[in-house]
């Protein structure tokens, strides 16, 4: 399985951007699949995750209501449409798959595949 994120780039404080997230299988649709970011010096962090079908969906304290995460099954794609991005929001970006979600979701070891990571620097 390998996943593809894309979307990453520089902006200025208070900008948006749309992260993507795509699958080279149809069975990515039945898969939890979360974003983390990494910023220089600090751990991988879990930002958002979406259970198969969207019935449910986490997010970090850091981001609830400025990022928004979303699935396109007919794509094959998972979106991270992030708003209101503040500097702190610069990391590394990762998409990740989880073939058997238990629940547990923040941990990076929870998941089976990852993708390469995108690159989103806020400047203020």
């Known amino acids: 399985v390998q996943l593809q994120a894309s979307g990453g780039g520089l902006v200025q404080a208070g900008g948006s951007l749309r992260l993507s997230c795509a699958a080279s299988v149809r069975t990515f649709s039945t898969y939890f699949v979360a974003w983390f970011r990494q910023a220089p010096g600090k751990e991988r962090e879990f930002v958002a995750g979406?259970?198969?079908?969207?019935?449910?969906?986490y997010s970090a304290d850091s981001v609830k209501g400025r990022f928004t995460i979303s699935r396109d099954t007919a794509k094959n794609t998972v979106y991270l449409q992030m708003n209101t991005l503040k500097p702190e929001d610069t990391a590394v970006y990762y998409c990740a798959a989880d073939v058997n979600f238990s629940g547990t979701y923040s941990s990076a070891t929870e998941y089976d595949y990852w993708g390469q990571g995108t690159l989103v620097t806020v400047s203020s």
């Open positions: 979406i259970t198969r079908s969207a019935y449910s969906i």
